[in-house]
């Protein structure tokens, strides 16, 4: 426990056991044949690691998380792959503090745009300079 960096193929599928947990490991061994052409040993031999490792177990042929992805990639400091992975929200949140500032900043950013659509519809504004400012 404690070595939280994996190659490429052991991320793919703990984003797979992640995406379907709990899942039986028989299941998991079909979900890996179909989406990453592994046989059932592949499967069970990179399971047994990341169980080593902490970040799953396998009990009574359930797999489950005893990490989150989020905990995972936050001891990992892969903040980039993280982010990369479509978690960008959770993730400035977290480096942010507070969803406030980013809330004030869609809030500015929706506004100018329905002034833009006010002006538009009213004929204030030609629609040349309505997508100029978009």
């Known amino acids: 426990m404690g070595n939280y960096k994996l190659a ?5 599928f703990a984003e797979i056991i992640w995406a379907h947990e709990p ?4 299941e998991l061994v079909k979900v890996c044949e179909k989406e990453m052409n592994w046989k059932k040993s592949t499967t069970y031999t990179v399971l047994k690691k990341l169980c080593q490792k902490g970040i799953f177990q396998n009990e009574n042929t359930t797999v489950t998380a005893r990490m989150s992805r989020e905990e995972f990639y936050g001891k ?3 903040t980039w792959r993280m982010c990369l992975r479509a978690h960008c929200p959770g993730f400035l949140l977290h480096f942010v503090g507070e969803e406030s500032y980013l809330q004030k900043k869609w809030k500015r950013c929706s506004g100018l745009l329905t002034n833009i659509r006010k002006k538009l519809s009213n004929g ?3 629609a040349q300079a309505g997508k100029a400012l978009v």
Do not use: L, T, V
Request: net charge negative; charged share 35%.
């Open 76 to 78: 990992a400091g892969s």
């Open 124 to 126: 204030e504004m030609s």
């Open 8 to 12: 490429e193929a052991e991320e793919k």
């Open 23 to 26: 899942i039986s490991s028989s």
